[in-house]
């Protein structure tokens, strides 16, 4: 029997006319704090929602975690 403890979680995105209304949080709430995954330790890359994923326990990675970031230019807007 195989276990899992990490998971990774694309950032989500949510389309500019239905952001507000809880849509996000209900995405995330269901796959991490409600579904199969609510053990996994999660780890997650963003560049503008930290204040939602913050609610649901995400924080700077712990002396485990390592990133090598890419040298493309992310495109805004």
Do not use: C
Not at 3 to 30: I, Q
Not at 56 to 71: K, Q, S
Request: charged share 25%; aromatic share 10%.
């Amino acid at each position: 029997m195989a276990f899992v403890n990490d998971a990774y979680l694309a950032d989500v995105v949510v389309d500019p006319a239905a952001r507000g209304a809880g849509a996000g949080k209900l995405l995330v709430r269901t796959m991490i704090d409600e579904g199969p995954g609510a053990e996994f330790r999660w780890t997650l890359f963003t560049g503008d929602a930290h204040g939602l994923y913050r609610q649901f326990g995400f924080d700077t990675p712990d002396e485990t975690a390592m990133v090598r970031p890419g040298t493309r230019r992310v495109r805004e807007g």
